[in-house]
């Protein structure tokens, strides 16, 4: 089993990375003391596939659980949706030593955590992402939410897991779509922070898509070090943390825009990386070299790297790139890359160059 701890003190967290994790978990969460109710929020593709295993193990350790399960995607993450589960919380009367396990992909991770947030004033949780994206990404580092019509998670907060749990196991029955997206995060570590992760990307792309549990886990690993090490120095996104932005300023505006759902996550993350590597090309002197082999590597990977625009649609991305939650005295702050494996944070950018960029 690998082993990633994020380091905030009183409030630190380990993140176990190993197969056949699901039984184990009872008894992990024994370990951490917490209350005896457990809520388990799922949805209704991961629910019937893993929800029973995990719920036994929790019964065996001598908890009380229940499941509330909730539609898949992104249209989850509503007030709406926060609401029916809030109900269902009461209704079984969790205390305020309960804790809530979030059971899924990075919908499921958001919802719980932001249902663990603010239920009862808060609530501890632990997170099983079942997703590649989930489990390299949004189950680490504590910032759930949920979305309004305007844009992406700007209903939301800070709130540290207890413990995170990723079962390569999961990762087994995971659609190919899914997978693919999921690698669109892990691309992104490599551009921001390391270099020689880019290249092994590069190197094992292949094994890595074939799912290969020794390389899929020793990858899932370095990215979670990297979030740690991030998260360790800037919890709530004040300076450092913005790195792990990249890419998602168009990004979060192309999945609102088009209509939450058309694209994946990381779908759109992955057009968004290739906008902000030719805007960083534009602003910084990235070198076109490095840009293409980001795209090249995206393409590679199965992703989407360009999306059709009239001036219409051009339009309306820019106006909810203003209301993304990086936006400050009205202007859109840019994550830009000098070089793979280093980036830069708070670039506002000329409109005709994002244009440019979006139009190529």
Known sequence: MRKVNVPLGARSYEIHIAAGLLPWIGKACARLKLGA?????SDDE???????AVQQSLRAA???????????????????????????????RLERNS??????GGVVGDLAGFLAATYLRGLAFVQVPTT??????????????????????????????RQVFCDLSALDTLPEREFRAGMAEV???????????????????????????????????RCCEIKAEVVGQDETESGLRAILNFGHTIGHAIEATAGYGKYLHGEAIAIGQVAAAHISCAVLG??????????????????????????????????????????????VKFVLAKKIGAVETGHEVPREIIEHALAK
Not at 37 to 41: K, S
């Open 132 to 161: 590649l994206l989930a489990q390299v990404d949004s189950s680490v580092g504590g910032k759930v939410g949920i979305n309004l019509k305007a844009g992406k998670n700007l209903v939301g907060a800070f709130h540290q897991p």
């Open 286 to 331: 990235m070198r076109e070299a490095e840009a293409n082999r980001l795209e090249d590597l995206l393409a590679k990977t199965g992703l989407p790297t360009r999306i059709r625009l009239d001036a219409r649609r051009r339009q309306q991305l820019l106006a909810a790139m203003k209301l993304d939650k990086k936006v400050s005295g009205g202007e």
């Open 37 to 41: 109710r457990c809520a388990v929020v």
């Open 99 to 104: 804790f809530i396990l979030a059971l899924g």
């Open 187 to 221: 691309i992104k570590y490599g551009i921001i922070y390391d270099a020689q992760l880019f290249a092994r990307l590069e190197r094992d792309l292949p094994k890595l898509m074939r799912r290969d549990r020794a390389n899929l886990g020793a990858v899932i690993a």
């Open 62 to 92: 001598g908890f009380d659980s229940f499941l509330i399960t909730v539609p898949h995607g992104e249209p989850a993450k509503r007030l709406q949706m926060a609401q029916r589960c809030f109900d269902e919380l009461a209704e079984h």
């Open 46 to 52: 991961v629910a019937p596939r893993y929800a029973a």
